[in-house]
């Protein structure tokens, strides 16, 4: 059987969030490189894949798929039960709920806040050639604080985000908040010891230390 193809540079944090449960599966995959510079998201060959011109894209044979949640979660659904891994937790109703939840609350709330500062600090002054935007930054912080003090009181009382085990709900947070960790602003998590500990013990994995060394922190 060939490989599933993931379409997007490999230090792309979307890409990555595919990649990371590819990884924990140990799935075959294919990396098939996007040059954003050179807008090869934009092309018709890419826009055949996905109609708004973003990346990532994934194929599966006759399968093709955008929108890297959606992916990752068809990743888990196609592999969990031969690789004995569940981290969907579809089997019991309540759990699976929770997953979804902190699901939502990475894509809605906790990446809004973090990654603008990603952005600001690291992805435009070397992508764009533009200064960081400070006002962009510290209000971005503020609400990061308040999504933190969220986190902190949530993680004092269990492991991970849904429970006391790993889920696809933890491992969304991966990219971002690995990138977050490479700007100046990485120190405000030392205020956050459980958050910290969360976020060391997701660090530490075979799969996203794999991913992290191809995911440079200075551009």
């Not at 490999?10 to 294919?30: D, N, P």
């Not at 992805?123 to 764009?128: G, Q, T, V, W």
């Not at 956050?192 to 530490?204: G, Q, S």
Request: hydrophobic content about 45%.
């Amino acid at each position: 059987m060939a490989p599933v193809k993931v379409l997007g540079p490999a230090m792309s944090a979307h890409v990555a969030r595919i990649l990371v449960c590819l990884e924990e599966v140990g799935a075959e995959y294919e990396v098939v490189n996007i040059d954003i510079q050179a807008m090869e998201h934009k092309s018709p060959e890419h826009l055949a894949r996905n109609p708004f011109g973003l990346i990532p894209a994934f194929q599966d044979g006759d399968i093709v798929l955008f929108e890297s949640r959606a992916i990752a979660k068809y990743v888990l659904r196609k592999y969990s039960k031969s690789a004995g891994v569940d981290l969907l937790r579809e089997g019991d109703l309540k759990e699976a709920a929770m997953v979804d939840v902190w699901t939502e609350v990475e894509a809605h709330t906790y990446n809004p806040a973090l990654s603008p500062v990603v952005y600001e600090c690291l992805i435009y002054p070397a992508m764009r050639g533009v200064p960081t935007n400070q006002k962009v930054v510290e209000e971005s912080l503020e609400k990061l604080k308040k999504v933190l003090d969220v986190y902190e009181a949530r993680l004092s009382k269990q492991y991970y985000l849904a429970g006391d085990f790993l889920s696809f709900a933890d491992l969304n947070h991966f990219p971002y908040t690995h990138y977050f960790m490479g700007t100046p602003h990485a120190s405000l998590f030392d205020a956050y010891p459980h958050v910290k500990a969360w976020w060391e013990r997701l660090a530490a994995r075979p799969s996203v230390k794999k991913l992290s060394a191809g995911m440079p922190l200075k551009f």
